[in-house]
Structures are given as structure tokens and as C-alpha cells.
């Protein structure tokens, strides 16, 4: 096995096991993104952001560069560094799409979102989600799609939409 997929098996073992795995080899942005994803599932954000940080540092194009902030807009959030975390989130979509990747860019939508909604601004997080789950749609990525479905049900329901909220709970349920 590579060592990408050797702490990618650890970490779904568990996040200590992918720490644990990740100091055998050498640094790599993939590696410190499993590291940050590691991080974040412990709650350790601001270890998270560093690692976010060093993955950028060690990117070898601009894509995978730019693929380190979606992450790192939640962690942000998450230590409440809400002005960086929505400053973050803008930037890293347009770079996203400006690199052509839609998917990415659709991703950072949804942390984008799911901060607005934690910041209780429920418009913001709903216009987020549902630019998300259109193009989450055009690629067919019913997963994604799902996620993205849980999300607008809940800015909705926060809103006291829940009419509207009941068929995207429902559509999601089903591919879960």
C-alpha cells in the first residue's frame, strides 16, 4: 500500500490510528489533509488549521492548493474565526471554479452554508445549499447530493419552512 492509502485505512480505523501512521512517512499535502481530517474528527481545530496550513505549503498545483481550504473554513468556524472563515469560504470558491472544479467548489459551498446556519443566518446558509446541491445534481453525485438535501431541510425548518423541508428529509433518508 502507498502511504496515502495506509493512513487512509488507519484513519477509518480511527483518527489516533491515522496520527499514529502519518509520523512514518514523509510529509505530503495529500498526507496533511488526512492529518487535518484526523485532526478535525478529534475536535482539535486549531491542530486541524495548522495542518490545513502545511498541506497548502506542500501542494504541487493550484488545485489541490485550493482543495486545502475546504476544510478549513469549518475548523475556522469551529474556533470562532467567523470574519476569516466566510472571508476563506468566498475566496475558495471562486478559486475553485476559476480552476474548474465545480464539485470542489460545491463543497465549500455546503461548509460555507453550514457556517451562515451556525451563525443563524438561515438565507445565507439556504442560498449556499441549494447552489450546492444543483451542481451536485448535474454531476449525479447522489451522496453529496443527499448531504446537501439534510442541509436545506434544516435551514428551512429553522426559517419554519417545514413543508418545505419534509421532502428534502425524506429524499435524503433514501440514499442513506
Same mark, same amino acid.
Given at each position: 500500500?502507498?502511504?496515502?492509502?495506509?493512513?487512509?485505512?488507519?484513519l477509518?480505523?480511527?483518527?489516533?490510528?491515522?496520527?499514529?501512521?502519518?509520523?512514518?512517512?514523509?510529509?505530503?499535502?495529500?498526507?496533511?489533509?488526512?492529518?487535518?481530517?484526523?485532526?478535525?474528527?478529534?475536535?482539535?481545530?486549531?491542530?486541524?488549521?495548522?495542518?490545513?496550513?502545511?498541506?497548502?505549503?506542500?501542494?504541487?498545483?493550484?488545485?489541490?492548493?485550493?482543495?486545502?481550504?475546504?476544510?478549513?473554513?469549518?475548523?475556522l #468556524?469551529?474556533?470562532?474565526?467567523?470574519?476569516?472563515?466566510?472571508?476563506? #469560504?468566498?475566496?475558495?470558491?471562486?478559486?475553485?471554479?476559476?480552476?474548474?472544479?465545480?464539485?470542489?467548489?460545491?463543497r465549500?459551498?455546503?461548509?460555507?452554508g453550514?457556517? $451562515?446556519?451556525?451563525?443563524?443566518? $438561515?438565507?445565507?446558509?439556504?442560498?449556499?445549499?441549494?447552489?450546492?446541491?444543483?451542481?451536485?445534481?448535474?454531476?449525479?453525485?447522489?451522496?453529496?447530493?443527499?448531504?446537501?438535501?439534510?442541509?436545506?431541510?434544516?435551514?428551512?425548518?429553522?426559517?419554519?419552512?417545514?413543508?418545505?423541508?419534509?421532502?428534502?428529509?425524506e429524499?435524503?433518508?433514501?440514499? $442513506?
Open positions: 500500500m502507498t502511504p496515502l492509502e495506509t493512513v487512509r485505512a488507519a477509518a480505523r480511527s483518527p489516533e490510528s491515522a496520527l499514529t501512521e502519518l509520523d512514518r512517512f514523509e510529509p505530503t499535502a495529500d498526507l496533511e489533509l488526512v492529518r487535518a481530517r484526523a485532526y478535525r474528527l478529534l475536535g482539535r481545530h486549531e491542530d486541524a488549521v495548522t495542518a490545513f496550513d502545511h498541506a497548502e505549503t506542500l501542494a504541487t498545483d493550484p488545485l489541490q492548493a485550493a482543495r486545502t481550504c475546504i476544510g478549513k473554513i469549518d475548523s #468556524g469551529m474556533l470562532g474565526r467567523y470574519p476569516e472563515a466566510l472571508a476563506l #469560504g468566498e475566496a475558495a470558491i471562486a478559486r475553485l471554479e476559476q480552476l474548474g472544479a465545480a464539485g470542489d467548489a460545491a465549500a459551498r455546503c461548509n460555507l453550514s457556517l $451562515y446556519w451556525r451563525l443563524d443566518r $438561515y438565507e445565507e446558509a439556504l442560498t449556499r445549499y441549494e447552489a450546492a446541491a444543483q451542481t451536485f445534481e448535474a454531476q449525479n453525485d447522489a451522496l453529496a447530493l443527499a448531504v446537501a438535501a439534510t442541509n436545506r431541510a434544516n435551514a428551512l425548518a429553522c426559517l419554519g419552512r417545514v413543508e418545505e423541508a419534509l421532502p428534502l428529509h429524499r435524503a433518508r433514501d440514499v $442513506y
